[in-house]
Protein backbone atom coordinates (compact mmCIF):
# COMPACT_ATOMS: atom_id res chain seq x y z
CA UNK A 1 0.00 0.00 0.00
CA UNK A 2 1.17 3.50 -0.74
CA UNK A 3 -0.40 6.61 0.91
CA UNK A 4 -0.42 10.21 -0.78
CA UNK A 5 -0.13 12.87 1.58
CA UNK A 6 -1.11 16.44 -0.43
CA UNK A 7 -0.73 20.11 0.71
CA UNK A 8 -0.47 23.46 -0.70
CA UNK A 9 -4.02 24.08 -2.01
CA UNK A 10 -5.83 27.43 -0.81
CA UNK A 11 -7.09 30.53 -1.89
CA UNK A 12 -5.35 33.21 -4.23
CA UNK A 13 -6.35 35.82 -6.90
CA UNK A 14 -6.00 36.00 -10.36
CA UNK A 15 -2.45 36.24 -10.80
CA UNK A 16 -0.76 34.85 -7.88
CA UNK A 17 1.05 31.26 -7.20
CA UNK A 18 0.29 28.49 -5.35
CA UNK A 19 2.60 25.37 -5.10
CA UNK A 20 1.07 22.20 -4.21
CA UNK A 21 3.07 19.11 -2.65
CA UNK A 22 2.50 15.03 -2.56
CA UNK A 23 4.15 13.21 -0.70
CA UNK A 24 4.50 9.00 -0.91
CA UNK A 25 4.37 6.98 2.29
CA UNK A 26 4.26 3.31 3.20
CA UNK A 27 5.33 0.32 0.83
CA UNK A 28 7.09 2.13 -1.97
CA UNK A 29 8.67 0.46 -4.35
CA UNK A 30 9.06 0.91 -8.34
CA UNK A 31 7.73 4.49 -8.35
CA UNK A 32 6.71 5.14 -12.24
CA UNK A 33 5.20 8.07 -13.17
CA UNK A 34 3.95 11.14 -10.58
CA UNK A 35 1.02 13.41 -11.95
CA UNK A 36 -1.04 15.86 -10.94
CA UNK A 37 -4.92 15.92 -12.45
CA UNK A 38 -8.28 18.27 -11.22
CA UNK A 39 -11.42 18.49 -11.43
CA UNK A 40 -13.89 21.42 -10.99
CA UNK A 41 -17.30 21.57 -9.92
CA UNK A 42 -19.56 19.58 -12.49
CA UNK A 43 -16.56 18.81 -14.91
CA UNK A 44 -14.65 15.63 -15.46
CA UNK A 45 -11.16 14.74 -13.42
CA UNK A 46 -8.67 15.92 -16.00
CA UNK A 47 -5.25 15.80 -16.81
CA UNK A 48 -2.78 18.56 -15.74
CA UNK A 49 0.61 17.20 -15.77
CA UNK A 50 3.21 14.72 -15.28
CA UNK A 51 6.63 13.69 -15.29
CA UNK A 52 8.35 10.12 -15.55
CA UNK A 53 11.23 9.50 -13.25
CA UNK A 54 14.07 10.50 -15.56
CA UNK A 55 12.06 14.02 -14.95
CA UNK A 56 10.67 14.46 -19.08
CA UNK A 57 7.20 16.07 -17.98
CA UNK A 58 4.02 16.88 -20.40
CA UNK A 59 1.51 19.19 -19.28
CA UNK A 60 -2.20 20.67 -20.37
CA UNK A 61 -2.11 22.67 -23.48
CA UNK A 62 -3.77 25.50 -21.01
CA UNK A 63 -1.44 25.26 -18.48
CA UNK A 64 1.62 25.42 -20.30
CA UNK A 65 4.06 28.20 -19.33
CA UNK A 66 2.66 28.74 -16.24
CA UNK A 67 2.38 25.59 -14.53
CA UNK A 68 5.97 23.33 -13.37
CA UNK A 69 6.15 19.93 -11.89
CA UNK A 70 8.65 18.35 -10.28
CA UNK A 71 9.64 15.59 -8.17
CA UNK A 72 12.21 14.08 -5.71
CA UNK A 73 12.69 10.47 -6.30
CA UNK A 74 14.76 10.43 -2.93
CA UNK A 75 12.54 11.60 -1.06
CA UNK A 76 9.00 10.40 -2.99
CA UNK A 77 7.25 13.57 -3.63
CA UNK A 78 6.10 15.38 -6.87
CA UNK A 79 4.86 19.20 -6.31
CA UNK A 80 3.05 21.63 -8.76
CA UNK A 81 4.08 24.79 -8.86
CA UNK A 82 0.97 27.13 -10.39
CA UNK A 83 2.19 30.81 -11.71
CA UNK A 84 -0.04 33.47 -13.30
CA UNK A 85 -3.00 31.37 -11.77
CA UNK A 86 -6.83 32.48 -13.60
CA UNK A 87 -9.95 31.67 -11.82
CA UNK A 88 -10.93 28.70 -14.49
CA UNK A 89 -8.13 26.84 -12.81
CA UNK A 90 -9.86 26.65 -9.78
CA UNK A 91 -10.55 22.97 -8.99
CA UNK A 92 -9.52 19.98 -6.72
CA UNK A 93 -5.97 19.22 -7.45
CA UNK A 94 -5.29 15.25 -7.40
CA UNK A 95 -1.52 13.64 -7.01
CA UNK A 96 -1.73 10.24 -8.68
CA UNK A 97 1.37 8.17 -8.17
CA UNK A 98 1.95 5.07 -10.47
CA UNK A 99 3.89 1.78 -9.49
CA UNK A 100 5.20 -0.81 -11.37
CA UNK A 101 5.19 -5.36 -10.85
CA UNK A 102 2.16 -5.21 -10.96
CA UNK A 103 1.24 -2.01 -12.43
CA UNK A 104 -1.10 0.19 -10.26
CA UNK A 105 -2.34 3.58 -9.49
CA UNK A 106 -2.44 5.66 -6.35
CA UNK A 107 -4.42 8.34 -5.65
CA UNK A 108 -4.48 11.62 -3.24
CA UNK A 109 -7.40 12.74 -1.04
CA UNK A 110 -7.57 16.10 -2.98
CA UNK A 111 -6.61 19.64 -2.39
CA UNK A 112 -8.77 22.54 -3.19
CA UNK A 113 -7.80 25.53 -5.43
CA UNK A 114 -9.93 28.21 -5.47
CA UNK A 115 -8.67 31.35 -7.83
CA UNK A 116 -10.49 34.43 -6.87
CA UNK A 117 -11.02 37.43 -10.35
Known amino acids: QVQLLESGGGLVQTGGSLRLSCAAS????????MAWYRQAPGKQREFVATITVTGFSTYLESVKGRFTIRRDNAKNTVDLQMDNLKPEDTAVYYCKVEVHGPPYAYWGQGTQVTVSS
Open 26 to 33: GSIRNLGN
